[in-house]
């Protein structure tokens, strides 16, 4: 099946693995997956991630994280902000606080995929893609 929204697919794949309480989920490997999944696990969203299959079928398997003996997810909430028929985008001053600062935005950025702090951090504006919290 083809997916004509990868980042939506990610997103709902990860939310339904923590939802059924897996250790891990297998995404379709793209470059902006690969990106989002570096920016999940260095903000500690995930635990790893890693390549799978061969050829032009290529997997993203992504190790999630939980929480104590009660297995509650790290993840809370994943929402797409920017999508397919509806495009948001923010300049520097304007970019999204998710949760004043708890959340994550995931911005695309003339620099590559990076949080909105990064993205403040380096003066850089982009196209909001999800919210992570």
């Excluded at 297998?26 to 500690?44: F, Q, W, Y």
Aim: glycine residues 10%; positive net charge; aromatic residues 6%.
């Amino acid at each position: 099946m083809a997916a004509h929204d990868t980042i939506s697919d990610m997103l709902t794949r990860i939310r339904n693995a923590n939802l059924a309480r897996h250790q891990t989920t297998e995404v379709p490997s793209t470059k902006m997956t690969r990106s989002i999944a570096k920016v999940l696990k260095d903000e500690g969203f995930i635990a790893d991630f890693a390549e799978a299959g061969e050829g032009v079928k290529q997997n993203l398997v992504i190790a999630l994280k939980y929480r104590g003996k009660t297995k509650r997810p790290i993840i809370t909430t994943l929402r797409r902000v920017s999508k397919p028929g509806f495009r948001v985008y923010s300049n520097r001053r304007e970019l999204p606080r998710v949760l004043g600062g708890i959340g994550i935005a995931i911005i695309s950025t003339s620099n590559g995929i990076m949080t909105d702090r990064e993205a403040r951090q380096t003066g850089l504006g982009g196209e909001v893609l999800c919210y992570i919290w």
